[in-house]
């Protein structure tokens, strides 16, 4: 069974640090671009990042983009979001996705398959 599960999240500081993790079970993640997406209570799901699956290309939105730095590490079968200088606007449901293609750079959509998703929760 194909699963991607999410950790690493929680409450922090404004100006704080957290690192969250994507693991995959049941398939190799090495084959597939993987995305981070965030949804905060009554917004819409928005895309953040991605990686490809060489971890060749990646892509951030702007509103991350200095702060936040995608990684992984195909060895252990997970993928990474290194996320600083977090802002309380940072407050959302964080998910990881997986993407399988023959493209070389990363994109936000579609994706396959999805994780449940950490809360992250920026607030003094």
């Known amino acids: 069974q194909l699963q991607l599960v999410e950790s690493g999240g929680g409450l922090v500081q404004p100006g704080g640090s957290l690192r969250l993790s994507c693991a995959a079970s049941?398939?190799?993640?090495?084959?597939?671009?993987i995305g981070w997406f965030r949804q905060a209570p009554g917004k819409e799901r928005e895309g953040i990042s991605c990686?490809?699956?060489?971890?060749?290309?990646?892509n951030y939105a702007a509103s991350v983009e200095g702060r936040f730095t995608i990684s992984r590490d195909n060895a252990k079968n997970t993928v990474y979001l290194q996320m600083n200088s977090l802002k309380p606007e940072d407050t959302a449901i964080y998910s990881c996705a997986a993407r399988r293609t023959i493209q070389t750079i990363c994109s936000m959509g579609p994706y396959d398959y999805w994780g449940q998703g950490t809360q992250v929760t920026v607030s003094s």
């Open positions: 990686i490809s699956s060489s971890g060749g290309s990646t």
């Open positions: 049941g398939f190799t993640l090495g084959y597939y671009h």
